[in-house]
């Protein structure tokens, strides 16, 4: 029996308004059905926030954030704050994706900084963790996952989601076995549930609805990280209707 499993679409900067509010009136409908097994996080580009917070007020779908800035509030031109991002009811916002690490540079330092202060203000972070095929290759996976959460979690830390995407799996239609996400889920829990009172672990990097399942049924696997497919209406339905009435 799948239960409770977390299932976050990440949006990336696609959609626009239109397309917002026929692919959440699709989710509000189906969450409607039946829905206990599920906890269905969407997470759009900030410009798209507002519109989703409206649409999805009296369901049980629940907003996220991609990324927020590791201040509060001040000279940071194009940021944004975390302060609005819990007033337009985010309750999760990933942090780390590599597409951040990758384009805007991001770096362990400052992801540690960015699950910090989500922590303080009481909403979950989902730290992104995952090794180049390079790495895989030449069998260093292990110590480079274990480097960048030890890098990226600080002392204090109630709650965590860490979303195992190797970067070779985003998008690319490959992923690795279901041993190989054991592996990487084993490393996590013995590093982080000894000093994390809520440790959740996800996997993403090319979920599709023909895939979702196997992994999902995985019992150590609390969820996914979806992104090309979370923005398919028909691929997204499939997925959480596989687990919802299972
Ligand atoms: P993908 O992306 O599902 O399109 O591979 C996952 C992600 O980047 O979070």
Do not use: G
């Given at each position: 029996m799948l239960k409770n499993k977390l299932i976050v679409s990440n949006w990336k900067m696609n959609l626009d308004f239109i397309d917002t509010k026929s692919l959440l009136s699709k989710l509000i409908k189906i969450s409607k059905k039946?829905?206990?097994?599920v906890i269905n996080v969407v997470c759009p580009q900030n410009l798209l926030i507002p519109i989703a917070n409206k649409l999805l007020k009296s369901s049980n779908i629940i907003l996220g954030a991609q990324d927020c800035h590791e201040k509060e509030s001040g000279a940071y031109t194009g940021n944004s704050s975390i302060v609005l991002l819990k007033k337009l009811n985010c309750k999760y916002i990933i942090i780390g994706h590599s597409e951040r690490r990758l384009y805007n540079k991001e770096e362990n330092k400052l992801i540690k900084k960015k699950v910090e202060i989500v922590n303080r203000h009481k909403l979950t972070p989902i730290l992104c963790v995952g090794e180049e095929l390079e790495i895989r290759k030449k069998s260093d996976h292990k110590n480079f996952i274990i480097d960048q959460l030890k890098k990226c979690?600080?002392?204090?830390?109630?709650k965590i989601v860490v979303a195992y995407e190797p970067i070779w799996a985003i998008g690319s239609g490959l992923t690795p076995s279901i041993n190989d996400i054991r592996e990487i889920h084993e490393i996590t829990v013995n590093l982080l549930l000894k000093k994390i009172k809520s440790v959740k672990f996800l996997y993403g990097g090319s979920v599709n609805s023909k895939n979702s399942k196997n992994i999902i049924s995985e019992s150590q696997i609390d969820g996914l990280l979806i992104g090309g497919a979370s923005i398919k209406s028909e691929e997204i339905t499939k997925i959480l209707c596989q687990i919802n009435f299972d």
């Open positions: 039946k829905n206990q097994n979690i600080p002392k204090e830390c109630e």
